[in-house]
């Protein structure tokens, strides 16, 4: 069940989540919305870089974020550390989704607050179920 935010005056349905990803490959992108659009309960935006994720993040009510590790400029990392450190973000998960696998990346990217991290390459018909799983197994729903 996602978590709800009472700042959002149109939540989602019951049972839909909001996600906002990031992620600065094109094409990657593509197979990532075609990827997270199986799952009809998932409503997802996807931007290119981290700073806009911020932008959007202060604007609109999200479920959770999906970040790419490397980025130019903001990378995931970093992303994080400022979603993390906003009282108005900081209870959101954080998911990262990169083809960053080793154990220090991975617990660098814990550390700073995220949820769970997902490996690149993925499988795009598995993708959102395995993202769902990693966001309730670490909200406790």
Same mark, same amino acid.
């Given at each position: 069940?996602?978590? /709800?935010?009472?700042?959002?005056?149109?939540?989602?349905?019951?049972? %839909?989540?909001?996600?906002?990803?990031?992620?600065?490959?094109?094409?990657? %992108?593509?197979?990532?919305?075609?990827?997270?659009?199986?799952?009809?309960?998932?409503?997802?935006?996807?931007?290119?870089?981290?700073?806009?994720?911020?932008?959007?993040?202060?604007?609109?009510?999200?479920?959770?974020?999906?970040?790419?590790?490397?980025?130019?400029?903001?990378?995931?990392?970093?992303?994080?550390? %400022?979603?993390?450190?906003?009282?108005?973000?900081?209870?959101?998960?954080?998911?990262?989704?990169?083809?960053?696998?080793?154990?220090?990346?991975?617990?660098?990217?814990?550390?700073?607050?995220?949820?769970?991290?997902? /490996?690149?390459?993925?499988?795009?018909? /598995?993708?959102?179920?395995?993202?769902?799983?990693?966001?309730?197994?670490?909200?406790?729903?």
């Amino acid at each position: 069940m996602p978590v /709800t935010r009472s700042r959002d005056p149109n939540p989602l349905p019951a049972g %839909r989540m909001k996600l906002l990803c990031a992620d600065d490959e094109p094409d990657l %992108r593509t197979i990532l919305e075609l990827a997270l659009s199986i799952d009809q309960g998932l409503d997802v935006e996807i931007v290119s870089s981290g700073a806009e994720l911020l932008v959007r993040a202060s604007q609109n009510r999200y479920d959770a974020f999906v970040l790419d590790g490397m980025m130019p400029g903001l990378d995931g990392y970093e992303t994080c550390r %400022r979603l993390k450190e906003d009282p108005a973000t900081a209870a959101i998960p954080v998911v990262f989704l990169t083809a960053k696998t080793q154990q220090d990346e991975m617990r660098r990217a814990i550390a700073l607050g995220a949820t769970a991290c997902l /490996t690149k390459p993925f499988d795009p018909l /598995t993708l959102a179920t395995e993202l769902r799983a990693a966001l309730e197994a670490g909200t406790g729903d």
